[in-house]
T-cell receptor, first 116, second 113 residues
Framework: EPEVTQTPSHQVTQMGQEVILRCVPI?????FYWYRQILGQKVEFLVS????????KSEIFDDQFSVERPDGSNFTLKIRSTKLEDSAMYFC??????????????FGPGTRLLVL | AQSVTQLGSHVSVSEGALVLLRCNYS??????LFWYVQYPNQGLQLLLK??????LVKGINGFEAEFKKSETSFHLTKPSAHMSDAAEYFC???????????FGAGTRLFVKA
């Protein structure tokens, strides 16, 4: 069964460093998402992406964050200068359709980011 | 703004007992509602979703949920718990025209032998 994959599974970085989290969505999906979950808190929406553009983003997704689909298979989340509060589990998701609200989003296993 | 509230951060049941995980939503428009499950070290897996076709929704692994507009609830049930059901469960909501899903805080289900 097709699944969303994410690399790395864990990443430790120093505050102020740049990190890139990678995701490979399901191959025929067109809509891509990033969510994060700070330890002990809710899963929070960060951004959605379609047709090489951001379709929606949350207040969390500030100028420190960017997303990119550098080729036909990868979808990345970059954090330019990490802060302690960026420590969280980051989930990538993809869906075949988008914008209706009823589409099923398929989630990857997550990348646990720890900023020291 | 949309939101979901999950009552009980932890629920413990005996194997074979009824599972009831509570979720209440807040939405100014007809919502789409979801239940996801997260097993240790895995991603979020969709259990079931409500998209207004039927108020009683059946999902995978014997779970079902009933949409009750009058109570703004979407509680998740399973008649008989199995050890393999031990996981974290998330209720979530989205609306038409949007791309984001709003998650509840999650309920961790423990199943005792």
């Amino acid at each position: 069964e097709p699944e969303v994959t994410q690399t790395p599974s864990h990443q430790v970085t120093q505050m102020g460093q740049e990190v890139i989290l990678r995701c490979v969505p399901i191959s025929n999906h067109l809509y891509f998402y990033w969510y994060r979950q700070i330890l002990g808190q809710k899963v929070e929406f960060l951004v959605s992406f379609y047709n090489n553009e951001i379709s929606e983003k949350s207040e969390i997704f500030d100028d420190q964050f960017s997303v990119e689909r550098p080729d036909g298979s990868n979808f990345t989340l970059k954090i330019r200068s990490t802060k302690l509060e960026d420590s969280a589990m980051y989930f990538c998701a993809s869906s075949e359709e988008g914008g209706s609200g009823s589409e099923t989003q398929y989630f990857g296993p997550g990348t646990r980011l720890l900023v020291l | 703004a949309q939101s979901v509230t999950q009552l009980g951060s932890h629920v413990s049941v005996s194997e074979g007992a009824l599972v009831l995980l509570r979720c209440n939503y807040s939405s100014s428009v007809p919502p789409y509602l979801f239940w996801y499950v997260q097993y240790p070290n895995q991603g979020l897996q969709l259990l079931l979703k409500y998209t207004s076709a039927a108020t009683l929704v059946k999902g995978i692994n014997g779970f079902e949920a009933e949409f009750k507009k009058s109570e703004t609830s979407f509680h998740l049930t399973k008649p008989s718990a199995h050890m393999s059901d031990a996981a974290e469960y998330f209720c979530a909501v989205s609306d038409s025209g949007g791309f984001k899903t709003i998650f509840g805080a999650g309920t961790r289900l423990f199943v005792k032998a």
